[in-house]
């Protein structure tokens, strides 16, 4: 089971830190990712993180604002958020690939959090 946590409301420019930890699974051997919904808008992929932590891709629109990073120790995925833009606005689910790598797609990814709100106000 996946918990995310860190979600809040934040003004523009602002920063937010994002963590998921894992309980009944052992993340270190599989790719984890991030992934948003806003409302009214279809789930799109932000950023994984490969199963050591050696390789990271991000989506463009956070490329540069984001860094994902992982805690193998402490089973626990993170997103530092910064330079935060309205359009981030969304919930924010971590999810667990199948494997130690995963692309962008949700298919790849069979274990997801609940969800944490992130609310960037103008």
């Known amino acids: 089971q996946l918990q995310a946590s860190g979600g809040g409301l934040v003004q523009a420019g602002g920063s937010l830190r994002l963590s998921c930890a894992a309980s009944g699974r052992t993340l270190s051997s599989y790719a984890m990712a991030w992934f948003r919904q806003a409302p009214g808008k279809e789930r799109e992929f932000v950023v994984r993180i490969n199963w050591s932590g050696g390789s990271t891709y991000y989506a463009d629109s956070v490329e540069g604002r984001f860094t994902i990073s992982r805690d193998n120790a402490k089973n626990t995925v993170y997103l530092q958020m910064n330079s935060l833009k309205p359009e981030d606005t969304a919930a924010y689910y971590c999810?667990?690939?199948?494997?130690?790598?995963?692309?962008?797609?949700?298919?790849?990814?069979?274990?997801w959090g609940q969800g944490t709100q992130v609310t960037v106000s103008s």
């Open positions: 999810a667990a690939g199948r494997r130690g790598v995963a692309g962008v797609g949700g298919g790849e990814y069979d274990n």
